[in-house]
Nanobody, 123 residues
Framework: VQLQASGGGLVQAGGSLRLSCAAS??????MGWFRQVPGKEREFVAA????????YYADSVKGRFTISRDDAKNTVYLQMNSLKPEDTAVYYC???????????????????WGQGTLVTVSS
């Protein structure tokens, strides 16, 4: 599976962006979004069970971000609204072949990673 993330950019606080992650194959159960700033660990943002559509969100983004998928396009999206400067990070999409659940919040459970896309929110 190869993952190609896109959609990052510079936006003012309060604005919106939509990230996309296109997958080359379909051998995964879960897709997730993580983010990372320099000097910090990769942080869970959101995850979706591909077949059921169930979702998890980090508390910091709940109510502002929405994860969704397009089965026909093999693509997962992260719609980010009401962006804050603290959302500034490199965002990574990831795919887990094996399962869904609490494990989906842990970066080390994911098998495949996209290259990352930078989101910068100015104040």
């Amino acid at each position: 599976v190869q993952l190609q993330a896109s959609g990052g950019g510079l936006v003012q606080a309060g604005g919106s962006l939509r990230l996309s992650c296109a997958a080359s194959g379909r051998t995964f159960i879960t897709m997730g979004w993580f983010r990372q700033v320099p000097g910090k660990e990769r942080e869970f943002v959101a995850a979706i069970n591909w077949s059921a559509g169930s979702t998890y969100y980090a508390d910091s983004v709940k109510g502002r971000f929405t994860i969704s998928r397009d089965d026909a396009k093999n693509t997962v999206y992260l719609q980010m609204n009401s962006l804050k400067p603290e959302d500034t990070a490199v965002y990574y999409c990831a795919a887990d072949r094996a399962g869904w659940g609490i494990r989906s919040l842990r970066a080390n459970e994911y098998d495949y990673w996209g290259q990352g896309t930078l989101v910068t929110v100015s104040s």
